[in-house]
């Protein structure tokens, strides 16, 4: 981060509303770049899992991943409408509670708890994967590596918080690389003359629908804006509500390209599913990249993984806090769970919070061996569950309001959601993270009622981070 641009980001953190243009500038850059972390950083491994779900019939995955990226739009456009009516934060969490009732804000909580640890498990994994693609003699030390990944992380949050620009800067530089991977690519000849296009038992619109829900894990962080525009406090309410609608378009428009990019010279080139400890896109920049950019970007690659893990250490262990036991403004009592969760050390880190997250991302990675390919059969499902409920609170606010087309547009997104949900279960494998989500949230219900079913608990994760006192989010960043 230069000198430059750092000022400029402390004016803006020292006003209600940034003085100048390009203060507010650097604060929208750092905030849309370091919350889109997550989607992008997907890009290293969610192609290569629809090809694997297609059983590496090339031919397919282009209308696979269009397939993906149209379902994340639909998404985007309602989510758009959640960010208006909630400008201070609280995302699914906050539109279930209001439209059916706080014990029903529970399921996207416990969603969102779920899918931090999946999050941390998987990019920690392709982080691996990554690292091991180019130094292939790593490979008998990939569950370690992944493990050891897992702590270092961890063990950096609790010395303080990775912010905005870094994360950003992240990004920015996987995009860059990237980008200069694609060019390399149009000019790059073929490994073969004709295209792979193995069989895959099924109609190839059968063998679409069944494969994209596993490449869905590029849709996780698009929650993200609706939540994370609570830390923009020196925002009015319009500017909150533009940073978060300006963020979704600039995801849907990079994460898209990148997206189809990768898939499209995957097809062209010939480029299938990787054969030993390698990647699909790692094999991508080695076959067409001369050698400093292909390392690069597995640099690159792996930085962001590690960024999109860090920002779930932050998101996750902060939403915990939110709901732990702690004074709020008026000086009552508030929060369910228990104090520890909410303590922090001089870095106003949540140690307990960092040390549960560890143990369970470090368990979920030991039991997939640390493949990331392994891991992603599991992904998307819990914050699909999220938006499910997001939606179908927005469809009853467009119903009570009398917005026609709105409601349309909730209806339409919360049944694409719904069918992405029910493809996916239907693997049998994803019923895990379900029931995860499902129970966790069963848990943190009968806590609540416990605890005399203290009221606003759906704004409660929102209301703090608002006071810069815990990050919260999609797992995607923190100030």
Known sequence: MSAIAKTQLDVAKTSRIPRSTGSRS????AFAFSVMADPVSSVAYAVEAALRALHGNLGLLVPTMLLVVTIIAMVIVNYRQLIFRYPKGGGASAAVGE????PWSFIPIGAL?????LTIAVSVSAGSSAVIAYFPDLAAWRLPLALGLILAVGTATLFGQLGRVVFAAMTLGFISVTTIVLIYGIWASPLSAEPVAAPTGHLPIVAIVLAFP??????????????????LDQLDDPGRRRFGRVTLWLTLAIVGTITLGVAVEAVRLGIGVPAGDTTQIAELARFVAPAPVFAAFQLATALLLLAAASSSFQAGPGMLKALALHHGPDGHTVGILPAALGRTNSRHAPVWGVVLFSLLAMLVTALAGGRDQELVLFYA?????SFLGGLLAMARFSHQDGHRGSLI???????????????????????????ASLVLSAALFLIWVHAGRPPGIRMQAAHVAEKGDAPVGDGKMTT
């Open 113 to 117: 708890v779920v899918d931090f640890v």
């Open 409 to 435: 547009l909730n209806l339409v997104g919360a049944v694409t959601v719904a069918f992405t949900l029910v493809v996916n279960l239907s693997r049998i494998v994803p019923l895990v993270s379900l029931g």
């Open 26 to 29: 650097v604060l929208l850059l």
């Open 214 to 231: 596993v490449a869905m894990a590029l849709a996780t962080g698009v929650e993200a804006p609706s939540t994370a525009i609570a830390e």
């Open 381 to 385: 499902v819990s914050v699909f569950l």
């Open 99 to 102: 439209a059916f009732g706080d």
